[in-house]
């Protein structure tokens, strides 16, 4: 049995020349966890991936597998597999020889080695395709034979850069699903690196959103998709996406009022507990999730016009008109009999609701 | 009237075509048909009864085959430094941020297309002769080396660059030494870039015939270039039967190596430096 | 973490560029310092004397007949010769399919890659006055046969070079032709422009950038040829004298070295604004 390792960055900072990567990036990754690293383009995602894979050295800071320092360590001294976006099979090996190399160079004698290939292989269920070059394989199939070379010596740790962006979208699905099944049953701690947030929220045990070079949140994705950090957190994580409103926030008598472009709401000022004192001088952002605004049969917080209706099949995504603002709902219903610019009545989820700061982004409720 | 118009430009555009045909075929037919004369003259004469004979006459030449042998060993000779000295640099240039990288390939593309032909060949003439090298198969070979080397790293460069890092990171992440790596994924990746490069250099080292022209002198140094043109009798009027045929033998590699390469690589690799 | 450390690079580096620099750029700079000698191995004097080789050399009547020949050589071989040939060759066979098509390009590559010395006697034997089969073709409407090569060197030296060196043009702006997308020759065929028009406004543009590069870089290698001395050593008298030429003359014939190396000062001058304009070009084309 391979032994599980956890995963330590302490202060990691990495520059290129003027280009500040990767900046003053902590975490730590528990033994056999499944974690991700999300963020935009251009973020240091695979700048981090390569620093723990030994790819590039860190400028400052530390890096731990099982609290053994390996900031300067080789890659091959730190025994993990990689799954590069572009999958970097050999096109001149087959997909046997492929599977094989890292067994090659460690020396495994060849029966053993034949063994292995072909398990792994049968595992991945391309034992089939074993005599044939990368370039006679389907994506998907190339996919499963860089996951199988990954895996052939039972590394410590797995680093995926981004290895599904290269499907087509079902296909990606599929073996999203797979990857998940294959990481469970074998409990090696996995670092998954995309910037596509349903791929993380549904992969990851725990995950961290990475803006410019830094950490913005940490936490598990329930956490982060419930009460996301600030409002980039906010922005970059759902589809739909939550509704992002600027408003002005003026508490009166007990009550608060909530100011959005052309239209006001007052609700009592316990509905909306801040842990921050209002300004009435200052701008704020109102997020909620579009799954918790909902249509209300009669009397509602506020009125809505209806802008747009797409059925999305298993739901229906209606866009209101509220004011100046667009808001999304996200209902389940299907025949709602909704026509446009027809007025709806709406109730807010007032303990769903999330308040930034609009200057810092930072999350008061 | 319209239709008149379209048919003389269908004449037109034929007559134009039998025409450059014929320009570009009819110097070459007698290399293809003399050489199977009985008696090879200057006339373009269709050989009714094919012979070998002169072929024959070609292999019992001592000086003949010397010439063929001489003309391997430049060629293969250049071809190989050629290729070693270039990958190595190549790789070098492609992979490694090295300072002043851009500098060095710009000075070096320049001065492969500055100094060609004939006008550095007074220093080279004297370089070789104070060193000792004048008159040998080394210093030939040296010589077309440095004048094909800037160009075969700018190719080669090029081949790298497009060979994606991750393969080499991947093998390097699966635990493969350096030396594992370039056995295993470098030389094998790199390998068709070499080839061409290496056909290149051939082909125009086997062609050339300036070089050995002016740095040899001994008669039994010369490739075969050299020797075509020495082929006169006592009287110095030139033995077509041995001309036609040696012609022939020493154009055939050159055409060979032509498909070869147009097939597998197409004509972007060919084009560049002509001595 | 780089496979090659800085210094492991330097050393792959190194060997390639000792020999560079020994054999091609060290020569060049000491070509500059040699025509600045009276270097020659008849008296054996190596003294310096300063500029004197490009005075004696800009009033020598031989180098401003070589200069001339050598325009004539240039402008009729590479400029009218391969670059149109090439481009008339390109443009007639685009899209064209069958035999003649075959035939034409096939003969064409093949002038452009037999060895120059296959390639001179195979013109020796076609320009032959008693026997060459050009004599003998024009002896069928009736012309009487001449001395091709004695009496128009010069002639037979520029259609001699473009014979050989057209197929380059051609296969290089084939290439360029098949990067045009179709849709632009069907959109006009829709339209229904003339042949013409769609030379003009579709493929012409198109070519620019790559004419202009065929044009630099045909005029340097047309420049700086040596096989027509093969030909016609120069000759009869210096008819055919083109710098090439006129350098291996003076250099290696009269072993006046240093009066050599001035001339090929000149030619590597002219080379050098030649490959700068080329660089600038390719750099201007990457864009
Ligand atoms: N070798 C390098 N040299 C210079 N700059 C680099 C290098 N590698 C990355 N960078 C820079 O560091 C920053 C982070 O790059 P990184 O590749 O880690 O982003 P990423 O989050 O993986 O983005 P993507 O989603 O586009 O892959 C970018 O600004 C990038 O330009
Ligand atoms: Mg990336």
Redesign the interface.
């Known amino acids: 049995m391979t032994q599980i390792t956890g995963i330590k960055l302490n202060s990691i900072v990495k520059r290129f020349g003027d280009v500040t990567a990767v900046n003053n990036i902590s975490f730590e990754i528990k033994p056999g966890e499944f974690f991700a690293l999300l963020g935009p383009s251009g973020c240091g995602k695979t700048t981090t991936l390569r620093l723990i ?5 860190a400028t400052k800071g530390t890096i731990l597998f099982n609290d053994q320092d390996v900031t300067r360590a ?3 001294e730190r ?4 799954v ?3 999958y ?1 099979l ?3 090996m087959t997909v046997a020889e492929n599977i094989g ?2 067994l ?3 020396k495994v004698n060849e029966k053993e080695k034949a063994k292995k290939v072909i398990e792994t292989a049968k595992q991945f269920k391309i034992d089939h395709l074993l005599d044939r070059k990368p370039g006679q394989l389907s994506g998907g199939q190339q996919q499963r034979v860089a996951l199988a ?1 990954a895996l052939v ?1 039972q590394p410590k740790v797995f ?1 995926f850069d981004e290895p599904l962006s290269n499907l087509d979208a079902r296909l990606r699905l599929e073996s999203r699903t797979f990857l998940k099944h294959i990481q469970s049953k074998l409990g090696i701690t996995t670092i998954y690196v995309t910037h596509d947030q349903a791929e993380a929220l549904a992969l990851a045990d725990r995950m961290a959103v990475l803006k410019d070079g830094q950490i913005r949140q940490l936490g598990t994705p329930q956490e982060i998709y419930e009460q996301p950090a600030d409002s980039f957190v906010a922005d970059f994580i759902g589809d739909p996406p939550m509704n992002l409103i600027d408003c002005r926030l003026n508490p009166i008598k007990g009550n608060l009022e909530i100011l959005f472009p052309g239209i006001k709401v007052t609700i009592p000022e316990e509905k909306l507990v801040l842990n921050k004192k209002v300004d009435p001088k200052k701008d704020y952002i109102f997020g909620i999730r579009p799954e918790h605004v909902i249509l209300a049969d009669r009397k509602g917080d506020i009125e809505g016009k209806v802008y747009a209706i797409e059925t999305l099949g298993s739901m229906t995504l209606i866009t209101l008109m509220v004011g100046d603002s667009r808001v999304r709902v996200n209902t389940h219903e299907m025949n709602l009999g909704l026509k446009i610019e027809q007025e709806v009545p709406i109730k807010l989820n007032y303990d769903m609701v999330r308040i930034y700061e609009k200057e810092s982004g930072l999350l008061i409720k | 009237m319209k239709d008149f118009k379209k048919v003389m430009f269908r004449l037109g555009y034929n007559v134009l075509v039998v025409f450059l045909s014929a320009f570009f075929a009819l110097p070459i037919l007698w290399l293809i048909f003399t050489p199977f004369n009985e008696k090879p003259t200057l006339a373009l004469e269709f050989p009714l009864n094919p012979t070998l004979a002169n072929f024959a006459k070609v292999f019992a030449n001592d000086y003949t085959i010397n010439a063929f042998q001489n003309s391997l060993i430049q060629s293969f000779g250049a071809t190989f430094l050629v290729i070693i000295l270039a990958s190595l640099a190549a790789y070098a240039f492609s992979r490694v941020r090295l300072p002043g990288k851009g500098i060095i390939m710009y000075i070096l593309v320049l001065f492969s297309s500055v100094v060609t032909g004939i006008a550095a060949m007074v220093p080279v003439f004297f370089l070789l002769l104070k060193v000792g090298l004048i008159d040998t198969h080394i210093g030939v070979i040296l010589v077309f080396s440095g004048g094909f080397l800037p160009t075969a790293v700018f190719l080669l460069k090029d081949f790298v660059d497009s060979i ?1 890092t ?2 080499e ?9 350096r030396l ?1 790596i370039f056995k ?2 470098i030389f ?2 790199t390998r068709p870039g070499m080839v061409v490069v290496g056909v290149f250099t051939f082909v125009q080292v086997w062609s050339n015939f300036l070089i050995p022209f002016l740095l040899l002198r001994s008669s039994e140094k010369m490739p075969a270039a050299v020797a075509i043109y020495a082929f006169t009798n006592d009287v110095g009027i030139p033995k077509i039967d041995l001309i036609s045929a040696y012609s022939l033998l020493y154009t055939i590699p050159v055409v060979a190596i032509y498909i070869f390469t147009n097939k597998k690589y197409g004509f972007r690799f060919y084009g560049g430096l002509k001595g | ?1 780089q496979l090659l450390s800085k210094k492991a690079a330097m050393i792959f580096i190194l060997p390639g560029l000792i020999l560079i620099f020994i054999f091609l750029i060290f020569p060049a700079l000491w070509t500059f310092f040699l025509s600045l000698t009276n270097y020659s191995l008849l008296d054996n004097s190596l003294e310096f004397v300063g500029l004197k080789n490009f005075f004696k050399l800009f009033r020598d009547q031989r180098f401003w007949h070589s200069t001339i020949v050598t325009f004539q050589f240039v402008i009729g071989s590479a400029l009218f010769g391969q670059t149109a040939l090439g481009l008339l060759l390109a443009v007639m066979l685009h899209k064209k399919r069958g035999i003649m098509k075959e035939l034409l390009t096939n003969f064409a590559v093949a002038s452009w890659i037999i060895p120059s010395v296959v390639v001179v006697y195979l013109w020796a034997a076609f320009l032959d006055k008693e026997y060459g089969l050009l004599n003998q073709l024009l002896g069928f409407i009736g012309v009487t046969p001449r001395d091709w090569l004695n009496k128009f060197p010069m002639w037979v030296i520029i259609i001699w070079n473009i014979w050989r060196g057209s197929a380059f043009s051609m296969m290089l702006f084939t290439s360029a032709l098949q990067t045009i997308p179709p849709s632009y020759l069907e959109t006009a065929d829709v339209i229904g422009a003339s042949r013409w028009n769609k030379f003009r406004d579709i493929l012409l543009p198109s070519l620019k950038n790559y004419i202009g590069t065929d044009l630099i870089l045909i005029t340097l290698w047309t420049f700086n040829l040596f096989t027509p001395y093969l030909l016609t050593k120069g000759g009869p008298g210096n008819a055919t004298e083109i710098f090439p030429i006129y350098t291996y003359h003076e250099a290696f014939k009269y072993m006046q070295f240093g009066y050599g190396s001035a001339i090929s000062v000149v030619i590597l001058l002219i080379n050098l604004g030649f490959a700068l304009f080329y660089l600038r070009s390719m750099k201007g084309g990457k864009q």
């Not at chain 1, 025994?79 to 990689?82: E, G, K, L, V």
């Not at chain 2, 990171?169 to 030494?177: I, M």
């Open positions: 894979a030994g790819l590039e050295t080789e890659p091959k025994d993990i597999a990689m590069f976006q572009d970097a050999y096109p001149h190399y890292p090659k160079v460690r070379r010596h680093l | 994606s991750t393969y990171e991947s093998a390097l992440v699966a635990g493969a030494s594992q295993d994924i094998p990746l | 973490m």
